[in-house]
């Protein structure tokens, strides 16, 4: 995950909301009516949302960081789910999700974000500094948290299924049915052949530092970036780290 700076409503999505809110049928609307609360929802201006929320998250999906797109393979997902009126119309509350392999064609295939969470409540949250802090990467793919932290663990492998479906000893089943675990592993490589050609360049036992700072300002400071790009980055500040410690 990557940390995500949630912004201000879009102008045309809360003008809407100021809309339903003065209407006599939103008023009178029971809390306990969640389908009618829905309804609601559908009527605000998607496309405007999608967009914002793609900016702010800077093209990846909120859970497993792989790329989204503003059309209807991009999901809406209300991070708490909708158990009443306030939920539903919420900018704060929502995030943009990739479709968790909803669409693709394989056999007894593992759903993940959005698509595994549903209606599940969670308490980890990429709007959530501190926690995100707290992820951890490792060069076979999978994603954990340091110190661990069980709750947040569960709820990473068994809600989000983030790491696909492991088994008793911690070992991968199954990957999800897009390939979280592999892209992992595929991005964890990509830095690692990063490394070696900056070091051939540079020279071993030269300090590298400054060429890393670089590598992470230009992830961090682009308006969209790579596909999984917490894991680069994680990577990246690790060798950083050890460097300067070095």
Known sequence: MIYIDKKETP????????QIKKTNGWEQLPDTDIKSIRAYFDTLDKASIRESLIKEQHGLCAYCMKRIHNDNTMVIEHFNPIRSKADALNYQNMLGCCDGGRNENIKDKVLCCDASKGDKEITISPRDREFVDKIRYTKDGYIHTFPIDMVAERQINEVLHLNGILDEKGVLKRDTATQLVAGRRSAYRNYVRCMKKLIKRKGIGTDLSSEIRKMISRIEQAEEYPELAGVSLYFL??????????
């Not at 102008?11 to 100021?18: A, D, G, N, S, T």
């Open 237 to 246: 500040k690790r060798r950083l780290k050890n460097s300067i410690a070095g």
């Open 11 to 18: 102008k045309k999505v809360q003008e809407k909301i100021i």
